[in-house]
């Protein structure tokens, strides 16, 4: 019977399993909520306005206790999300040591708006969402007709309320100094940052006008009163009591733990006739495709399982299925990956005024003449991450049938009796099983793994219909297979020649899902005017971000960054925001101009 796949919202796993340091009980035995560690989320992007279809820029940092976090949440979900809770963005970031490096595509085909940019772990969904880190942005679409709203005139709908500020941080300053304050077009620039303090900052240097107001703030933090607590200065939003937490708290439990090894898929077993949970199954997963990989799990008294990824990119075909099992009619449940819960939204009308209106006409210009810029004089802000191999977590195999060194047989059958030594068939047909001998140990395996393109497979005589002309190449393993935490007994792996299973069909209680896994890294990019050639290069150059760099380390001497202005005359703000080592928020801000 096949499996009904279910997205499940509530995700409740290995909380029995799961032991943190620093706990106290109540008379009732139960954790207090108050000792569980605080894990806060500050997330900083190049700017606040954007254009649909250009690129949001960020970095993030994962604070637990008010520390930056190397050992705790390895992955960071963000969302971009509107006030009728359409989710329009969902991303997956690998942290490390605590900080990430991201980049989102805002669509082509949103309206003209203010939306909800919130960043989480999955420890940090036992909170409720309020306190999930959330900025809001305003996206110009130039084919959408905008709503002009007198802004004077809403701004004393209601009174003030008051915006809290990085000054009240008191953040750790960051000078920043230029050769001058006035540069020509296509002119190097050179900044000299300083700081007596190790520091991890980001910089970057945009088009005055692109980042909210403190009035802005204000109307947000009005219209939906939830969001003070996330509402800073124009340039450092942190949130209320950080670090270590002014935490909305809403019950004792903790039902997600911590992602400390990376990505992980959970989900649960159950009695499809009772739905009572089936513990003890042995839970298997696959990713199908250039990362291959398979991961083993047993399931707790919940009937819980969860399995780790080892750095997975971009979408994924997943599958995830039962070994031996003890019981036909059961139900396999998936849990949600990303949060589907949301704070109390309230629409935020964007209003318009003659400022705003030549910003926009700018940007939209801007955009449409930057389509044509020259890449070829481009070079990279600062070093990337290597890209990710692809990856198997499966060694070596003990022996190696390649099909194509033999002449054709005419059954599989026939081709594991003639070509592969020490594996066998027994049983009767419609049971056959694979057994494997290991002559070294003198063993024999009765219950090996078998996979066809890197997928388990257990109607051993469905798979041995496939047409052998199809299959590339049979890899074996004659002994136990420790595969994270549990053993093996042999395994047998069949490769077919396009990686399409040759046509064989799953129908034995398993599941196929489309997984969002970890956004590969893209690193910013700017045009170098150093020659005389590029300097005179005819294509316009009008871009409203001259340059972003989320990598700037400092170590308490004075650090020089060079970067190039564009065609464009206007005000430009170089904004420097980020933590020293002990979490301390750094800040620091110039203005330059570019005019003739």
């Not at 969902?90 to 990430?100: A, L, R, V």
């Not at 880190?133 to 701004?155: G, H, M, Q, R």
């Not at 049938?401 to 594996?423: C, S």
């Amino acid at each position: 019977m096949l499996v009904r796949f279910t997205l499940i919202l509530s995700l409740s796993f290995f909380l029995i399993h799961f032991s943190l340091t620093g706990q106290s009980e109540g008379q009732t035995g139960v954790p207090c909520i108050e000792e569980y560690p605080t894990e806060e989320v500050v997330f900083f992007s190049d700017r606040d306005y954007y254009l649909t279809g250009e690129s949001l820029w960020f970095k993030a940092f994962v604070f637990l206790d008010g520390k930056l976090s190397s050992d705790w949440s390895k992955v960071l979900y963000v969302e971009l999300y509107n006030d009728q809770q359409d989710v329009l963005i969902q991303n997956k970031y690998k942290t490390e040591n605590g900080m990430i490096n991201g980049l989102l595509s805002i669509p082509e085909d949103v309206n003209t708006g203010h939306y909800f940019l919130r960043c989480y772990t999955r420890y940090g969904l036992n909170f409720p969402v309020e306190n999930l880190y959330t900025k809001i942005i305003s996206i110009v679409n130039p084919k959408s007709e905008p709503s002009y709203i007198d802004a004077v005139d809403l701004a004393l709908e209601k009174e003030e309320i008051p915006v809290h500020t990085g000054d009240q941080l008191k953040p750790v300053p960051v000078t920043l100094s230029l050769s001058k304050d006035q540069f020509g077009k296509r002119e190097r620039v050179a900044l000299k940052i300083e700081t007596d303090r190790n520091a991890y900052l980001a910089i970057t240097v945009r088009k005055k006008g692109t980042s909210h107001s403190l009035e802005d703030l204000q109307q947000f933090s009005r219209i939906n009163p939830w969001f003070e607590r996330f509402a800073g200065d124009t340039d450092f939003a942190l949130p209320i009591g950080f670090p270590g937490g002014e935490v909305i708290l809403a019950s004792a439990d903790l039902d997600m733990i911590p992602e400390m090894r990376g990505l992980t898929l959970s989900g649960k077993i159950l009695d499809k006739t009772t739905g009572e949970p089936l513990a003890n199954e042995y839970c298997i997963t696959s990713v199908i495709g250039d990362q291959a990989q398979i991961h083993l799990d047993k399931t707790n008294v919940a009937g819980e399982f969860i399995f780790p990824f080892n750095d997975l990119q971009e979408e994924k075909d997943v599958f995830v299925s039962v070994r031996n099992k003890q019981n036909k009619d059961f139900e396999i449940l998936i849990n949600h990956d990303f949060s589907t819960s949301f704070p109390d939204l309230q629409a935020m009308p964007m209003p318009y005024d003659s400022s705003k209106h030549q910003l926009f006409k700018e940007l939209y210009i801007n955009k449409q003449l930057n389509e044509f810029v020259n890449t070829e004089i481009e070079q990279a802000a600062y070093t990337g991450n290597d890209p990710l191999p692809p990856y198997f977590n499966i060694a070596q195999a003990d022996h190696v049938v390649t099909l194509q060194n033999f002449i054709k047989l005419p059954t599989v059958i026939d081709v594991f009796r003639e070509l592969v030594p020490m594996v066998s068939l027994r049983g009767k047909i419609g049971s056959r099983r694979f057994h494997i001998f290991d002559k070294e140990t003198l063993v024999n395996y009765d219950n090996p793994l078998v996979l066809l393109d890197f997928v388990p497979v257990s109607d051993i005589d469905k798979l041995l219909q496939i047409d052998p002309s199809q299959l590339e190449a049979i890899d074996v393993f004659y002994s136990d297979y420790l595969l994270g935490d549990h053993t093996l007994g042999g395994i047998i792996s069949l490769r077919t020649q396009k990686g399409d299973f040759a046509g064989f069909k799953w129908t034995d209680n398993s599941v196929f899902l489309s997984y969002k896994t970890l956004q590969a890294e893209i690193t910013f990019r700017q045009p170098v005017y150093s020659t005389p050639e590029s300097k005179n290069n005819r294509k316009p150059d009008f871009r409203t971000l001259l340059y972003w760099n989320p990598k700037v380390q400092l170590n308490g001497e004075p650090l020089s960054l060079n970067f190039y202005t564009s065609d464009q005359l206007s005000d430009y703000e170089i904004v420097v925001r980020g933590f020293t080592e002990d979490g301390k928020a750094c800040y620091g801000r110039i203005d330059f101009g570019v005019w003739e």
